[in-house]
């Protein structure tokens, strides 16, 4: 359900779902409010009114009884409920903002739309549980006890798939089904016309199915725990892939997989990050190790062979040959995972060695490849990756990114978990900031999407200038000489968890420049390659383990993505990890799969000439050349 | 090629194969010649003298340079080489022997038949290896390493089937491939329309393929190496099964799986027999270990449970019930079997809890599954089961014998190996026998078909009475009250292999009534079944592990099958392993097999309540009813 929410005096309104935090409304809606403890509600600077409308508000102490009579809220403690109309009173105001264009709705569609996805699949997990009440083997109806389950299925579930068994499961069965009285839950894993029982549990376990889909990420692992029957998420994890230990981008992973023992090193480092990210999602939701059915994993190539034990080694060689690309359902404990012996695994399937499964499970997510509008979808990771096409075709690139979406390689940077400065504002006239987390917590870091908002509010403000060069004549106790050089610092000591300084360095900034440039330049080659420019593109989506609140505004303001209009954009957040989830769900998805990492092409950037060339060209804000994109550059005529 | 041999004096002729031994050409023509040694040599007695033709005879010290220039050669020592004219000298007769009739040729078909039915057959072994020589990878055509091996098979073997891996093999595949230049063998595993790549090899190992069949048996286990690529026979060996430590039969086995560990146990002997025998398979063949491909196991429904660690305690109990009686490929060292990690195993359907593997694989090496011809078969076993149909229908029994027919049991029982006496003919007038030996070596005991001889031909001369006892009040020295009753002497300890007399005791006698009443009363019952009676068998199939020689007529004369006419009968010797190794050279027998054994009725014999009548009539040689056997009433009354 959506709220209308007016802001007096400026007289801005903004539509947002039920729930939304009221700071984040006035974020989207333009509008300036103080906030410097990130949104936990400690600085008790965003008072508003409360004129027309209801919130929910948590508790504080930052507001006295009276205030509340008269109608002040924290914003950033205020869910909400209705259509509201609310004033900002003068005491609230960081500044004089500068006046901007009221921005498209979508701007902060959240990356939680995975669901509405799925609908237009056929839901049927490709593990499923059947609880079965079987009539018990009498001398006229003596058949063996696999084949009376077989029957079972058939009678009772219209099951039709010839079914096999584990012999582990064999070892049990008979004795389970008597324990049981004939009553007994069947897990069966099913593929193609085949279906497997891998479980036998019982009496009625069947509401307690659950998946992890995992995003195995070079930088970050993202991992999810899905309840199978109610197609909802129970909890959601994530955590640094501890091979970052090893290196930081897959190259340098590849080069230690090659030292001795390094496979082996690389394969326990990643299986021990899943293994710690199961036990937290299984600990939180009190789902029991045993109930969970199946892992779905979504990695790039280099991951995904890294995470089975298999060689890199010629991935990184050319000519670039993975061993595999398309992974069966293996038992998760054949490759270390933590989980019970029954317990099987499957990895999207991969489409070249720089375009892996992480991809394909978001196309899949995305909906694109069921589409008929020509649609772009872009990864953005450690390696960016970028898939253009529709229902008919798709081609695809990789460029290597760096991991500073991702909050690596940056001063301050941190993943998109809780603390981190995922959205900013600057004021153009006194250079303060607005910032807001993830969790509205106190400010612990800065993750992918703040960074890009900093950027981008760094450089409207003036704070750097094209080269992404700090001007260290703005008079400003925020612009200093740090220890690597000039920086502006988000927040400080006082209000941040570390008690230390929050910055963005030019190190920083160059970091991300250059990461946004191979990206620009990605793009730019795949749509060269099929002769297609932003104009003819009709959907667009953008992806990335960065915050939940990227903006398209600020994304194009930096110049990561060639210029395009708002309304074409969609958020999907963690593709990968959303594609996984909805694998987890169909096993229609997962063999579409395995279809759409058939039919994608990949392109090789490495041999491609132009593309050094248009990599240099993007390292400037928006870009050397201005005329690419005019609505930035009216925005900055503007000022 | 076939010669004919003819026999002076007694003017008696018979055809026989080229190689075949002149010793068992006299018994197969009925003609009596001294051999008291089993055949070895040793005794000297079987001088024969060659008159016309040729024999290849093995040194002897037995026969001076003058007889050797005369033509004298020890009959058992020689083997047939052209047509034949040979004189027995009077000094070479054990006595006068009684004038038999002329026995048809298939009395003497031995078990070697099996090649010739595979030969309706498909011959594509369910495993099988490819020497491919792939294009190395290059930038423009660098798909993956097992896309790259998919798509040479498809092109240069036109395998059409979609081609996985074991993840075990995916980690070892990119160092193979380009250690051995692209030049590799690939082990592929096919199932329906599916493939699975379980090994590679460097280089072209392609002819190295073989696979281990293995007749899972109660009493013995037999187990046969095979070249899957040349269709032969390398080794054959055989054991008993090391759970006989545990009891005899399969009642007691299941008796004793229900101890404490005891079907931990259980599995550890059999495996342990099974991993014995492959390491004497291997290690006389000069095979290594790495290039068994595949082991395909055929078994009765508890020994398959036994053998997979199955528990059989339902089979034991009404309504007897196994787990399960189809069986997927698994790994072989999952069960516990001492090969490569890349072996796997198949163990044949069963149909029910007492009708196994092994008969689906005998019907299937038999031909009946596929004849038009109203078709008997019967495995003589520890087990007896017994089979009628065709190709349209199959209805099944079986019937406890226990182990005597193989032996156990039984004083001096062996199984049907080297040294076991297996045919024996007995002097009407001095009771003085002649015994051939497996491999005519010394005599070291009496297998089944020996037995059976012995049985035969004691009755034939009124050694022991229709209800099996020994006559005391005849004059010979063989015949004599040992230390369980009376008995009789067919070897003495000075011509034994163990320095022992070896006799057939009245208590073994009792033994062997048992088990053919047993086996008697089944088919009779199976017969009523279906309202046919032996007259409407067109065709009948003798299995069992005994030797090689069994005689039809002697079977018929101790009543252990209802009198039919002799051109009826072939013998298919052991039928599971014979099915185990035409199994492991045909996909197709391997799918057919699944049908055999759903298309097979069940008829449980316990639940009828004519089973024991006719048991207790067929308590007697040949039974209570002698009108039943016309044919060996009129031998009798020639005598």
Known sequence: M????VFYPDNKQVEVEEGENLLRAAMAAEVSISASCGGDGTCGKCRVIIEKGVVEQKPTSRLTTKEIEQGYVLACLSEIKSDLEVRIPPESRPGKFVEREKLPESHILSARGWKEYLSSWQRHPPIRKFYIEMVPPVLSDNMDDLRRIRRTLSKDHGLRAA???????????????READWRVTVTLLESDLRAKIVKIEPGDTAKKNYAVAIDVGTTTIGARLIDLN???????????????SCGEDVISRMVFSNKKDG????????VGTINELIAKLVSRSGVEFSDISCLVLAGNTIMTHLLLGLTPKHIREAPYVPTTTNFSWIKAKEFGIDVLEDTYAHCFPCVASYVGGDIVAGVLASGMSRSDKLTLYIDIGTNGEIVLGNADWLVACSCSAGPAFEGGGVKHGMRATKGAIEQIRIDRNNYEPMILTIGQSKPAGICGSGLIDALAEMFLSRIVDQRGKINPGIDSPRIREGEHGLEYVLAWAGEAVNGQDIVVAEVDIDNLIRAKAAIFAGISIL???????????????IAGAFGNYLEIERVQMIGLLPEYSFEKVKFVGNGSLAGASIGSLSKEILNEAKKVAEKMTYLELSADVNFMDKYISALFLPHTNIELFPMVMKKLENK
């Open 2 to 5: 959506k709220h209308k929410v």
């Open 163 to 177: 079914v096999d068994a584990d012999l582990s499961v064999l070892k049990y069965m008979a004795r389970i089904l």
């Open 230 to 244: 109610e197609c909802v998420v129970l909890s959601q994890e994530s955590d640094y892939n501890a091979q970052v």
């Open 263 to 270: 496979l082996v090193k690389l394969q326990s480092l990643v």
């Open 527 to 541: 749509l060269e390659s099929v002769n297609v420019d932003m104009s003819n593109v009709e959907e667009i989506f």
